[in-house]
């Protein structure tokens, strides 16, 4: 289980609002957040309802001061609670729309996909097998987005902006 709790203030002050699942609309629960704490587990969290929009990566710890962080703004408005997972990793990358193309096959985390491929771009992927994290630059800096088994037959499907990863890690109890 997973417990995340967003407080309206900086430095864990106001009103909070304790989430152990996914919600996929907060705006009822507070205004805004300023701090979160991570109990335990690990969660996506989005600043627009229904797990769209900007996202963020939140692992077991205490934001004090989540919005100088993360560069975002205070509007928190859903959270997904990342299951964990203890078998394997398998994701694959392809270089096309609907998983056309090169493809190329990870069990592991990357920290430069241009390094291991030759390739940055990528339109397609299929995860079968654990949940990721995809960054846009090498050793998993700038953006970065959420994915769970399944296939996404467009890099829209995972982030709306580029094609363009640097980066790959597997979400385990970090």
């Known amino acids: ?21 996914d919600c996929s609309d907060l705006h009822s629960m507070f205004e805004r957040c300023r701090s ?5 587990g690990m969660f996506m969290i989005y600043d627009r309802p229904g797990f769209v929009g900007n996202q963020f990566f ?5 934001y004090s001061d989540y919005m100088g ?26 270089e096309h729309f609907d998983m056309g193309g090169q493809m190329m096959e990870l069990n592991n985390d990357c920290p430069n996909l241009m390094d291991r491929f030759r390739l940055s ?7 079968m097998d654990g949940h990721w994290l995809l960054y846009e630059q ?4 700038g953006r970065h987005y959420y994915l769970r088994p399944g296939q996404y037959r467009s890099f829209s499907e995972w982030s709306g902006g580029s094609s363009r990863l640097g980066s790959v890690r597997r979400l385990m109890d970090l």
């Open 121 to 127: 771009n990528f339109n397609s992927c299929n995860v």
């Open 36 to 40: 979160i704490r991570v109990e335990s």
């Open 69 to 94: 962080m993360t560069n975002m703004n205070d509007c928190v408005r859903s959270c997904r609670m990342i299951p964990m997972h203890s078998g394997s990793f398998r994701m694959r990358l392809y």
């Open 138 to 141: 090498p050793n998993y800096r």
């Open 1 to 21: 289980m997973g417990k995340i709790i967003f407080y309206e203030d900086r430095n864990f002050g106001g009103r909070h609002y304790e989430c152990m699942s």
């Open 58 to 62: 939140m692992k077991r710890g205490e």
